[in-house]
Nanobody, 132 residues
Framework: EVQLVESGGGSVKPGGSLTLSCAASGFTFSNYDILWVRQIPGKGIDWVSRTNTDGHSTRYSDLVKGRFTASRDNAKNRMYLQMGSLATEDTGVYYC?????????????????????????WGQGTQVTVSS
């Protein structure tokens, strides 16, 4: 059974930092790019970063470029998102997602389109609140 469990969220003041984690199981993690996305209150889901299979290449949304750093540890089946210089506009629920694949079986919680790819969200996300 596929699982992606996000953690590490919390409440911070503007300018603060947080590191999110995404623990994966039930599929061959190292074979897939991983997407971080977020849902801002009252808005849709936006992609934040896309990291390739070996972690050597990450594409960032213009909204987070220079402030967030995504990384992965394939030995631990984990994806990370280091967030710095947080602003109130970063408040939201953060999810990690896998690209649609018939090798990743199960019923996702949500499916989105980003960067020309269909992505599946499997976890409940982790809440990030940035407030003074």
């Amino acid at each position: 059974e596929v699982q992606l469990v996000e953690s590490g969220g919390g409440s911070v003041k503007p300018g603060g930092s947080l590191t999110l984690s995404c623990a994966a199981s039930g599929f061959t993690f190292s074979n897939y790019d991983i997407l971080w996305v977020r849902q801002i209150p009252g808005k849709g889901i936006d992609w934040v970063s896309r990291t390739n299979t070996d972690g050597h290449s990450t594409r960032y949304s213009d909204l987070v470029k220079g402030r967030f750093t995504a990384s992965r540890d394939n030995a631990k089946n984990r994806m990370y998102l280091q967030m710095g210089s947080l602003a109130t506009e970063d408040t939201g629920v953060y999810y990690c997602a896998t690209p649609r694949s018939h090798y990743i079986t199960g019923i996702p919680i949500r499916t989105i389109q980003a960067l020309g790819v269909t992505w599946d969200i499997w976890g409940q996300g982790t809440q990030v609140t940035v407030s003074s």
